[in-house]
């Protein structure tokens, strides 16, 4: 029997999927993966009966079953494969994405009676009863040299920083008679990356450029010459198309994709396998320009305050998010300093002074923002309005904090990380395109707002990337914030739970 028909028995007998529709159900591939996966890996042998294929790069579309797959080829090496002493490894860029895998794995294990009575599991390792072992690594390079590593599970490898894990893993597989380095990913868009540079590699093996029958290429995307927004270049990125992604997903997230530039560079990065030239911008000029209002009596409506310090040289900036009728209407505050200024006068970049002369930035004197003004200030504005509460990032702010919880502010925390800010990130854009935003035509918040450039996780959780940006977001980080505490109120009252907590992280 070939030993792709021994993995597919293995999987089929003792193996479920654990999520989804089919959770339950027997651990059963494609077509497509069996003849362009599993087959050329495990039946392409040497003359002396070794495997072939030292490394694998499989890119395809989101969801067609990437990470499913590398869970049951990895389970096949710990339990069915011949090496001894196999020592399989899930990796990537770090330990929670290198365990998506591995925790799939586990759960398989779980639910197998046959497995579990072979194996000891315990939260981020298995081991076989014949010595085998099954774990997840941390990103750090330095940490992960001396394995002697015979299976290689590399995770979403576009993600990957630098080679330096790469190298360290792959060069520890010297030792073994058959080595494997399966590597998955999507495209991105860094074409310096080591993602970009093996998939380069692939395109150049696969089509004869290259000669290396270690290597084994597959690589599923859309032509850019191709309709985005045709079935055909769905098709040709997702070959699990109809049954792991259905095409009403991504009739409906193409559409979705159609109504604003980030959105589409997502689809195609994502679902079209395609590398994009760039991170796009967020929100259209013309879009947020339309949700310009000017409305009354503000000082009568409670509103919800976010506080961003970003940083002590540049900007911080001070948001109130008024819940009115049919909208959530933005005021925004900001500072920076004298010196700032001057430097940016000095080097031809966006000038603050403009913004200063509008009234929309206050100037601190100085080289650092003195938060004693900004508090002064904070307080000032809150005798004009009716602020119930502050929302802040407590990374480095603590001391601020504790200061303004002594001035009597209810104060809430609110990290900047993907899951406190991905839901509000993209119920913010919708509450634009919807005109559920208002705000009074702040130049310098329109700038920011305009700034921003979205960065994603591997599974495709979002926002606002300070890193990315070319320029300061500050202003638009705080009016999310704001924004999504004004809508929490809303939603479940003033102290209710928020219902961004409620909602958590997402995962495709």
């Known amino acids: 029997m070939l030993p792709s028909a021994v993995f597919n028995g293995f999987c089929r007998h003792f193996l479920r999927h654990t999520k989804g529709p089919l959770a339950g159900q027997p651990l059963i591939f494609d077509p497509w993966q069996k003849r362009k996966i599993i087959k050329p890996l495990l039946d392409t042998r040497l003359r002396s009966g070794l495997r072939q294929f030292r490394q694998a790069l499989v890119m395809v579309g989101r969801k067609n079953g990437k990470t499913t797959l590398a869970a049951g080829l990895a389970l096949y090496m710990l339990f069915g494969d011949q090496e001894p002493g196999a020592e399989i490894l899930s990796a990537a860029c770090d330990s929670d994405q290198a365990a998506l895998s591995f925790d799939i794995a586990k759960q398989m294990v779980l639910q197998s009676p046959e497995l579990s009575k072979m194996c000891k599991v315990y939260r ?45 893993l792959v060069t520890s597989m010297g030792a073994r008679t058959e080595p494997l380095a399966f590597m998955i990913s999507t495209s991105g868009h860094d074409r310096l990356s080591l993602c970009y540079e093996l998939y380069n590699y692939a395109k150049q093996v696969r089509d004869g450029v290259v000669n290396d029958p270690t290597f084994l290429p597959v690589i599923y995307e859309a032509p850019r010459e191709m309709d985005w927004k045709s079935p055909e270049a769905w098709r040709a990125a997702n070959p699990g198309l109809g049954k792991s992604v259905t095409l009403e997903y991504l009739k409906d997230t193409c559409q979705t994709a159609q109504n604003n530039p980030a959105r589409e560079q997502s689809f195609r990065q994502y679902h079209l396998n395609q590398w994009v030239e760039s991170a796009a911008r967020w929100i259209a000029t013309e879009s947020w320009n339309s949700c310009e209002a000017h409305p009354t009596n503000l000082e009568e409506v409670p509103c919800y305050a976010a506080l961003d310090l970003s940083s002590r040289t540049d900007l911080t900036s001070f948001t109130l998010a008024f819940p009115l009728a049919g909208a959530i209407h933005l005021k925004t505050f900001a500072w920076t300093t004298s010196a700032m200024v001057a430097k940016r006068n000095d080097t031809n970049r966006m000038r603050y002074d403009q913004f200063a002369r509008s009234g929309n930035l206050e100037i ?22 009716k602020i119930r509460e502050i929302a802040v990032d407590p990374w480095n702010a603590e001391f601020l904090m504790q200061k303004l919880e002594n001035q009597g502010y209810i104060v809430r925390e609110f990290r900047q990380g993907f899951r406190s800010m991905s839901p509000p990130t993209k119920d913010f854009e919708a509450a634009v395109l919807q005109k559920q935003i208002s705000h009074d035509g702040n130049p310098l918040l329109r700038w920011c707002i305009d700034n921003v450039v979205i960065e994603f996780d591997a599974a495709g959780n979002q926002k606002p990337s300070k890193k990315r940006s070319v320029e300061r977001i500050d202003a638009a980080v705080s009016s999310i914030m704001a924004f999504a505490r004004a ?8 102290n209710g739970e928020s219902i961004y907590e409620l909602q958590g992280l997402e995962v495709f």
């Open 124 to 168: 981020r390792h298995i081991e076989a009863n014949r010595g085998a072992v099954y774990k997840v690594i941390a990103a750090d390079a330095a940490g992960n040299l001396g394995h002697n590593i015979s299976t290689l599970i590399f995770d979403e490898l576009l993600t990957q920083k630098n080679r330096d894990l790469y190298e360290s």
């Open 364 to 385: 601190i004197p100085g080289e650092i923002i003195d938060y004693e003004v900004v508090l002064r200030r904070i307080a000032e504005i809150s005798e004009e309005y």
């Open 487 to 494: 809508r929490t109120a809303e939603a479940t009252g003033v």
